[in-house]
């Protein structure tokens, strides 16, 4: 998985899974906070168009990502969702971390 910030749009590509999570794009993940706060952006798109697989472990790290972005007053929102990604939100039955004001993801 690898996760990279340009202007204030996060791009995700390969794996969301927990295999897919290494030491590298956690160590991104991290970065692209920063990368956020330090640019003064409010809002983030992250782009999950080249995701390839995802699984629970996966999602909750994207979850926790956005919810940091969040104490540090940045909203974010998932974009270029594939439906295969949709469905795997929908099995897993974690829709609504992703969802705000009752829009679909």
Known sequence: MTFCMEGAVAH???DLTNSGMTQSSIAAMEVSLRQIETCGEKNVSVDCGKI?????????MLYVWMQCARFRGVESELIQLSSSLQQAMLGMGLVHCFVSDGANP
């Open 52 to 60: 390839r697989a995802a699984d629970r472990s996966g999602l909750q």
């Open 12 to 14: 995700l590509q390969g």
